[in-house]
């Protein structure tokens, strides 16, 4: 079960903790005794092959995976106090004719009214607002499906900051985003991270930018291989196997 713990074994700071934890479905485990500590703050890197167990694992960190082991939170303050997790799936498709705007998606999502009513003027300021944590207002009026990768991410980042999480779950944010617009979405993660002093676990493809940006790397392959500092994890032997990258 997932458990939510005030303030305690953290200095008095979030942290996310995965103790034992297994998973299996269908007969086959697909996780094995997997334990990982996020820290308040943090950038932790989720690596591994496809077919690795990592969507598994974050589906389990959202409750919506059966598993056994713990899953706790801790967050300072009461101990009727709840963490709250913002999450960002893989980049969904949008059809480029389809007429639901970047405001009407927020609408759907953060306010009872319906979204073919148009947005209130409240519900307007609380969108810019929003979307300004991205440095993204500029798309308040643009068309989803017209939007680019890293647009794209940006609105589901700003819908997942509505209200201020925690902890930030990311699925492959990368995915679908140019060079360009990778170096710019993993600045403005930093930047995210380091201003509202939240915790980001995120699962990547993409090696090069984790030096750089990331506190931890945790390579799973159905159970935790290596973890540790980026440069560490990728010039491990656990690495070059996973990822067949030279013979050890």
Do not use: W
């Not at 077919?51 to 056994?68: F, I, P, Q, V, W």
């Not at 967050?75 to 969904?92: E, F, L, W």
């Amino acid at each position: 079960m997932i458990n939510f713990f005030h303030s305690g074994g953290c200095h008095d700071s979030c942290c996310l903790k995965v103790q034992h934890l297994s998973v299996s479905i269908g007969g086959d485990k697909i996780l094995k005794d997997v334990n990982l500590h996020v820290h308040c703050g943090q950038m932790v890197a989720l690596i591994g092959p496809n077919g690795a167990g990592k969507s598994t694992l974050l589906r389990a960190l959202l409750g919506e995976r059966d598993y056994d082991g713990n899953i706790i939170f801790s967050v300072p303050g009461s101990r009727k106090a709840r963490a709250r997790i913002g999450y960002v799936p893989q980049t969904p498709n949008f059809d480029p004719g389809d007429p639901l705007s970047a405001a009407d998606l927020f609408a759907c999502c953060l306010s009872r009214r319906p979204a073919f009513l148009g947005q209130s003027k409240a519900d307007r300021e609380l969108i810019t607002e929003c979307l300004e944590r991205v440095h993204g207002e500029d798309l308040i009026d643009k068309r989803v499906g017209t939007l680019s990768g890293g647009e794209l991410q940006r609105v589901l980042l700003a819908l997942a900051l509505e209200p201020m999480p925690n902890i930030l779950i990311l699925d492959e944010p990368l995915s679908g985003v140019d060079i360009e617009g990778q170096t710019e979405l993993m600045d403005m993660l930093d930047e995210i991270r380091k201003t509202y002093d939240l915790s980001i676990l995120m699962t990547t493809h993409d090696f090069s930018m984790l030096p750089r940006y990331a506190d931890r790397v945790v390579l799973i392959d159905h159970e935790v291989k290596i973890q540790g500092e980026p440069k560490e994890v990728l010039a491990s032997d656990e690495f070059a196997r996973a990822f067949h990258i030279r013979e050890v």
